[in-house]
């Protein structure tokens, strides 16, 4: 079993839809970070969260620490957010910098 | 300020060569990470690191080694290169600071290495 499991695997969502994408960790963690990764291969950051709720423009990332589960949420979808979206989290006790990944959500949205 | 750069972007080399890679920080930025991303794995923690120490290492094999510069600059080595080997190399900076807080990373545009 993945210490970082992701669902769903693949995601095709009409524009305007809302989306989820989960994320589940079994290891403990300092850090849990979401990234997109778009066709040829940059990566970009689009949260990093050790608590709560953290919200970005139509993007919303929640954790919740006891369950071990986050998810991201896109509101309002639109075909420029189609990517991979992955998730991944710092560990804990002095390896904060060592990220261990999910494989990764690839979302289409279509017109 | 200018992102995180890598050299060069692509990269083709024979079986049982060797290979350095390149990647230059955001200025200020002490903590690289290396990262190997393939088809099959997904994405892999190489190394970090921070202030010319090697700090954290991945379950990669002794071919696959690392080093920094006083400038923060960072380089990765792969030698006796093997076809599974081929995968797009990340590297990704970060204000992580010694005490090894979690800090955003800031990925550059990765080599895509192939290995024929």
């Known amino acids: 079993k993945n210490e970082v499991e992701q669902s769903p695997q693949n995601l095709t969502a009409q524009e305007g839809e809302f989306i989820t994408i989960n994320c589940s960790y079994s290891?403990?963690?300092?850090?849990l970070h979401w990234l997109q990764q778009h066709p040829g291969g940059g990566i970009v950051s689009l949260f990093m969260l050790s608590s709560g709720k953290k919200k970005h423009g139509r993007l919303i990332a929640t954790i919740n620490i006891q369950e071990k589960h986050s998810s991201l949420h896109i509101t309002a979808s639109h075909p420029r957010d189609s990517a991979v979206y992955i998730c991944a989290v710092s560990g804990s006790s002095g390896t904060a910098s060592k990220l261990t990944f999910g494989t990764g959500t690839r979302l289409q949205v279509t017109l | 300020k200018a992102g995180v750069t890598q050299t060069p972007r692509y990269l083709i080399k024979t079986r049982g060569q060797q290979v350095t890679l390149s990647c230059s920080p955001i200025s200020g930025h002490r903590s690289v990470s290396w990262y190997q991303q393939t088809p099959g794995q997904g994405l892999q923690f190489l190394f970090e690191y921070f202030s010319e120490t090697q700090r954290n290492k991945g379950n990669f094999p002794g071919r696959f080694s690392g080093r920094q510069f006083s400038n923060s600059r960072s380089e990765m080595n792969v030698s006796t290169l093997e076809l599974g080997d081929s995968a797009l190399y990340l590297c990704a900076s970060s204000l992580n600071t010694l005490t090894g807080t979690p800090y955003e990373q800031y990925f550059g545009p990765g080599t895509r290495l192939t290995v024929t």
């Open positions: 290891v403990g963690i300092s850090a």
